[in-house]
């Protein structure tokens, strides 16, 4: 239904910045929701923040004072500003959409890891 490629992760050292972008193609229309997910090793996939068509978001808790998520619905993109980077962020972060009849669609993943 939906395509989704991610890019601008990378290696950063710890109080570090990265901004992860993701665009989507396909069955555009039928996008809702947009966000992104991380799993670092040995853990389960956690939501990172997700954005709505109207605005609105939500963060996990630990990281809504470092971490922004933005979209542009006319050009179906969905971004993470990513701040004071922390060891502990070192993931894999997965962009990922819910459509309107609640059918999901993921990116491909893109490595972040912080370094002290």
């Known amino acids: 239904q939906v395509q989704l490629v991610e890019s601008g992760g990378g290696l950063v050292q710890a109080g570090g910045s990265l901004r992860l972008a993701c665009a989507a193609s396909g069955n555009i229309f039928s996008i809702n929701a947009m966000g992104w997910y991380r799993q670092a090793p040995g853990k389960e996939r ?24 933005s979209r542009d619905n006319a050009k179906n993109t969905v971004d993470l500003q990513m701040n004071s980077l922390k060891l502990e962020d070192t993931a894999v972060y997965y962009c990922a959409t819910r459509s309107y009849s609640c059918f999901g669609s993921w990116g491909q993943g893109t490595q972040v890891t912080v370094s002290s």
């Open 46 to 69: 956690e939501l990172v923040a997700r954005i709505t068509p109207d605005g609105r978001t939500n963060y996990a808790d630990s990281l809504k004072a470092r971490f922004t998520i």
